[in-house]
């Protein structure tokens, strides 16, 4: 059973997906041949654009619609340049040139575009359009601050954003996104996604194939146990850059994004189960109503389409010292667990990493997900905070996460966490030391610097100084204690200006 299972992986070297009304079956012989590129070179729809092939200024952006557990169709953004073809198999792709046939028939929001001239050279338009659609259809009435959300991770060099920001703002009051092609024709397209899945594909046998898609964990556990380097691709947020700017070979490469035993956050009594491809956009649903004041924190990772497409279990697999998902895990006390064919072992997040650029997993193993004590039962202080260059769309230089709990006649628990201080996330247990010794919270500020300093020698790059990052790690914990010492959480307090 489990032999033709593999045998059937290996044998369909084709993927399947409709773009716009059209389906779309194509013989793979490239793994790593870009989204954009088959849309712009092999289809020749060149609405989409290519800016600058790493994610970060949203002018290739479309729509990727994927069946959800209720069987409707969910449409959400992504950046069409960093992901590969087999990862939008079986799924109904939108992009901008199926939008309108003639200039005499835009769709409302190109009209809408036009009414505000939200465009001037119109090279960032089609990203910007798409993100707008993806967001009201997301979001029926968005306010401002969705609005300016929605287009983070779209930049425009000419027309300046007011305009795009009015039409958006036109949009959402005037325009009734119920009556669009897409949410009236939903059902129709869950249908052909669910005949896509069983869709049988006659292929001759192809010994040489280098890619797979596994469905289910068996098959991925069976992939990885018979391929120990291949490359694993869950939301390609970082793999489409290695590709794109580092010229990598990632083959064999095994892309995980359909199976749906990793997407799932669970929530018990006294834990939570997060698996290891929910995605940030599906770990903020959760985090507003347990962490609602993280949410800003999590708004600033990337931009939406990042937000759609990058996994928890990605950016805590690839070891990165300045991730932003590592540094809460760790301070909840997070758990992960790793699997393979053979074996699943539950380490703490913290033990992950163990210095750069080697992390506690084996190349025929796999994240499965994470758990953190479900926080609905707990009283405890927990704050996290993001320093980068620009406010949005920006990599950190430096992220400290802070959790305290005190509760009657137990000993206190203090997690304090930092990113881009050394070459790992880590924790500071002298400042937590420090902390617990104080339940006054009358800190020295020599005492903060030397404890500090005893846990951290960190780098000077091109982000920051090593003087800058020591100063800041200082002034983010000082920042928590000024939290906890004040006893209310101004909205200004979880953001870092
Ligand atoms: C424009 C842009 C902005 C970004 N902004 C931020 C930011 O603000 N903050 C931040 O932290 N990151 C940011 N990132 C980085 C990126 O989003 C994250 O690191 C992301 O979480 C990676 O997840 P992924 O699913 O895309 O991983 P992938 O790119 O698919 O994989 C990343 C690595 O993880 C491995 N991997 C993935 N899933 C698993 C698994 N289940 N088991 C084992 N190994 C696995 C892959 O083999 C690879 O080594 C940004 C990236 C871009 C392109
Ligand atoms: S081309 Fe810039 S995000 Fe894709
Ligand atoms: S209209 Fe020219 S880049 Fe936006």
């Not at 990862?87 to 992009?95: A, E, F, R, V």
């Not at 990793?262 to 290891?276: E, R």
């Not at 091109?462 to 990052?469: K, L, P």
Request: aromatic share 10%.
């Amino acid at each position: 059973m489990l032999r033709s299972n593999i045998t059937n992986i290996q044998t369909k070297n084709m993927v399947k997906f409709y773009l716009n009304n059209n389906l779309i079956k194509k013989s793979i012989n490239d793994p790593q041949e870009t989204l954009l590129d088959f849309l712009r070179i092999n289809q020749n729809l060149k609405g989409t654009k290519e800016g600058c092939a790493e994610g970060d200024c949203g002018a290739c952006t479309i729509l990727i619609g994927k069946l959800d557990k209720d069987n409707k169709v969910i449409y959400k953004t992504a950046n069409s340049c960093i992901l590969f073809l087999p990862s939008i198999d079986n799924s109904h792709l939108i992009t901008i040139d199926g939008l309108s046939n003639s200039l005499e028939n835009l769709h409302p929001i190109q009209e809408a575009f036009v009414k505000f001239s939200g465009a001037q050279c119109g090279f960032c338009t089609p990203g910007f359009v798409m993100s707008i659609y993806g967001l009201l259809l997301k979001t029926k009435k968005p306010n401002k601050s969705e609005i300016l959300n929605a287009i983070q991770g779209n930049l425009c060099r000419c027309t300046g954003y007011g305009p795009i920001i009015s039409a958006a703002e036109e949009l959402s009051e005037k325009y009734f996104i119920s009556n669009d092609v897409l949410v009236k024709n939903n059902k129709y397209w869950a249908q052909k996604l669910n005949e896509l899945k069983s869709y049988n594909i006659q292929e001759k046998e192809n010994s040489k194939l280098d890619y797979f898609i596994p469905k289910n964990l068996t098959q991925l556990k069976e992939i990885l146990h018979r391929n120990e380097n291949t490359t694993i691709v869950a939301g390609s947020t970082d793999v489409g850059l290695w590709v794109n700017k580092q010229f990598k070979n990632i083959r064999p490469v095994v892309f995980i994004n359909q199976i749906n035993a990793l997407k799932s956050i669970k929530i018990t009594k006294y834990k939570v189960s997060i698996g290891s491809l929910v995605t940030y956009s599906d770990f903020q649903d959760f985090i507003i109503s347990y962490f609602p004041n993280l949410i800003e924190y999590i708004n600033r990772i990337g931009g939406d389409q990042i937000r759609n497409m990058g996994t928890i279990g990605g950016n805590i697999a690839n070891g990165s010292p300045i991730g932003d998902i590592a540094p809460l895990l760790i301070s909840l006390g997070g758990k992960m667990q790793i699997s393979s064919k053979e074996k699943s072992k539950k380490i703490y997040v913290e033990d992950f990493f163990i210095e750069y650029g080697h992390q506690a997993i084996s190349g025929n193993e796999y994240i499965h997900g994470f758990e953190i004590s479900n926080p609905k039962n707990k009283k405890f202080e927990f704050k996290a905070y993001k320093v980068s260059k620009r406010r949005y769309e920006d990599i950190s230089t430096i992220t400290g996460a802070f959790y305290y709990e005190n509760i009657l006649n137990k000993k206190p628990v203090a997690r304090f966490a930092f990113g881009g201080m050394a070459g790992i996330p880590k924790r500071s247990k002298s400042l937590e030391n420090l902390f617990k010794e104080n339940p006054e919270n009358n800190f020295d500020e020599n005492n903060i610097e030397t404890a500090i300093k005893s846990d951290f020698q960190p780098l000077t790059d091109c982000r920051a100084t090593s003087q800058y990052r020591q100063r800041v790690a200082e002034n983010l914990f000082k920042k928590f204690t000024y939290f906890v010492n004040n006893e209310f959480d101004r909205e200004e307090i979880s953001r870092v200006s």
